[in-house]
């Protein structure tokens, strides 16, 4: 394989990873974009056969641990999580480990979301890889005190059937939120824009899962961690939902979405009020997504992602930036 651009940021110019992401996502150690092994193999992979199909449950993970120079696979004591292509019956599966890399850094590098660290990895075959920085994992090797939004509104599969994870909304979670983060002003801001960021960027299975709390050590309050698992799920699942969850509580609809059944700048005007985000901040943040096209291109076209799906990738951003702006 050929590299390029730094296979963390995606910055141009690098044949392996620059530094700033070999002190982020490394520790400093200067690791190489290459492991030292293959695909391993797996007899028993399953997923659900019914109810919501969903990206994440074929994705196959594999944790790693930093020795010396090299990361090597672990059953204790994981430092990093592996994706590597994952199998199945979606559509450019290839391409899935570029496109969250890529997807992880347009939010961050663009729209100052915070993230997990990440970055692509090759397997010694030339296979391509997606890894990322365990968040939850401390350089003393304690782990934070971290719970998703599933265990925080005690939803199971046993308790609420095979769609639990999608059986919520945005509008809930904020409730949740204003529950439990003393820091509520200043967190439903992060969350309202990646709220956003995922209808923008068409990720489409942003359940409750792929939202957590941590406990800050120091004050002993509740923070949303980094954000992950973060892709345009719509290259991959055919008639992707806009979004995993509704916007709002059940029964509650917009008067723009009842007219065009689909989301518009009106419908996130609405749920900014709803979950306490005044008239100026929304606009201060919702425009901040309309004035990167340039920059969001540019990424795009330095991505591991082949030629067709970075077209395919601007298409699906095109569309609903002018969406946004309607």
């Given at each position: 394989?050929?590299i ?23 520790n ?60 199945g019956?979606?559509?450019n599966?290839?391409e ?53 939004f ?16 999608y ?5 809930e979670?904020a ?69 995993a ?54 990424i ?27």
């Amino acid at each position: 394989m050929k590299i390029e651009n730094c296979p963390g940021c995606l910055k141009p110019g690098f044949e392996t990873y620059c530094d700033d992401c070999i002190k982020k996502l490394f520790n400093g150690i200067r690791v190489k974009p290459v492991l030292n092994f293959t695909r391993p193999e797996f007899n028993k992979i399953k997923r659900e056969q019914s109810g919501k199909l969903s990206i994440s449950g074929i994705q196959i993970k594999h944790s790693l641990k930093l020795e010396g120079k090299e990361l090597k696979l672990t059953e204790e004591g994981g430092e990093y999580i592996l994706k590597p292509i994952p199998s199945g019956q979606f559509e450019n599966l290839n391409e899935v480990p570029a496109n969250e890399n890529l997807t992880m850094q347009i939010a961050r590098r663009i729209h100052d979301i915070r993230t997990a660290e990440n970055g692509i990895i090759f397997l010694s075959d030339g296979e391509i890889a997606y890894i990322t920085k365990r968040f939850d994992v401390l350089p003393d090797k304690s782990k934070l005190l971290q719970e998703d939004f599933s265990q925080i509104a005690q939803m199971t599969e046993e308790t609420h059937g095979k769609n639990y994870k999608y059986d919520f909304s945005y509008e809930e979670i904020a409730e949740l939120m204003k529950k439990y983060v003393n820091a509520y002003p200043v967190e439903i801001e992060k969350f309202f824009k990646i709220v956003v960021f995922n209808f923008l960027y068409s990720n489409g299975d942003s359940h409750l899962k792929n939202f957590s709390l941590y406990r800050n050590n120091k004050y002993g309050d509740y923070l949303l961690t980094p954000f992950y698992d973060l892709l345009d799920t719509s290259i991959h699942v055919l008639g992707e939902s806009d979004l995993a969850l509704e916007l709002f509580k059940a029964g509650f609809i917009t008067e723009s979405f009842k007219a065009g059944s689909k989301h518009t700048k009106a419908d996130f005007e609405e749920f900014a009020e709803k979950i306490g985000i005044n008239k100026k901040r929304f606009e201060g943040i919702f425009s901040g997504f309309l004035d990167k096209s340039d920059r969001v291109k540019e990424i795009v076209m330095r991505s591991f992602l082949n030629k067709e799906i970075k077209d395919l990738y601007l298409d699906h951003y095109d569309n609903k930036i002018k969406r946004l702006a309607s």
